[in-house]
């Protein structure tokens, strides 16, 4: 688990200033991976003090801009923020419950990354969402049923 002095290297070494509501930010994103905007300001507001709805709005895009964070919106649902960067991981979805969990991507040669129709894009990343239902899902509807 980070510290506090581990926080600001973390944005001095990303290039921005070290300031209450990043180092809040950031916190509370590495405490609650895959947290939504609005719970990421309530946290910080519960745990931090106050920070205004644009300067939350603000610090998110800069971390992720800055590549601390990383922003993902599974289809239908709202931004979800995480500090689990660099990796190309993926996500499981639960359609039942909403949880999500983390996923590793391909290992060694990653076969999403390299596009079937030769667009000549340069892939860097590729976001892959599982869908399906939890295991405390299945097993609440497998013993009701």
């Not at 709005?57 to 590549?67: E, I, S």
């Not at 892939?123 to 399906?132: C, K, L, R, S, T």
């Given at each position: 688990?980070?510290?506090?002095?581990?926080?600001?290297?973390?944005?001095?070494?990303?290039?921005?200033?070290?300031?209450?509501?990043?180092?809040?930010?950031?916190?509370?994103?590495?405490?609650h991976?895959?947290?939504?905007?609005?719970?990421?300001?309530?946290?910080?507001?519960?745990?931090?003090?106050?920070?205004?709805?644009?300067?939350?709005?603000d610090?998110?895009?800069?971390?992720?801009?800055?590549?601390?964070?990383?922003?993902?919106?599974?289809s239908?649902?709202?931004?979800?923020?995480?500090?689990?960067?660099?990796?190309?991981?993926?996500?499981?979805?639960?359609r039942?419950?909403?949880?999500?969990?983390?996923?590793?991507?391909?290992?060694?040669?990653?076969?999403?990354?390299?596009?079937?129709?030769?667009?000549?894009?340069?892939?860097?990343?590729?976001?892959?969402?599982y869908w399906?239902?939890?295991?405390?899902?299945?097993?609440?509807?497998?013993?009701?049923?």
């Amino acid at each position: 688990m980070p510290t506090s002095s581990d926080y600001e290297r973390m944005v001095r070494g990303a290039g921005l200033r070290v300031t209450r509501p990043r180092l809040a930010v950031l916190s509370v994103v590495h405490d609650h991976p895959h947290a939504d905007t609005h719970s990421v300001l309530a946290l910080v507001r519960r745990d931090f003090g106050e920070v205004s709805h644009q300067a939350g709005y603000d610090v998110l895009r800069d971390l992720t801009d800055a590549g601390l964070i990383r922003r993902f919106q599974p289809s239908g649902s709202v931004a979800r923020y995480e500090a689990r960067v660099g990796d190309n991981h993926h996500h499981l979805v639960c359609r039942s419950c909403g949880a999500i969990a983390d996923v590793d991507g391909a290992v060694g040669d990653a076969p999403c990354l390299t596009p079937p129709d030769g667009s000549g894009y340069e892939i860097n990343d590729a976001e892959v969402i599982y869908w399906g239902r939890c295991p405390e899902c299945v097993a609440a509807s497998t013993s009701s049923g």
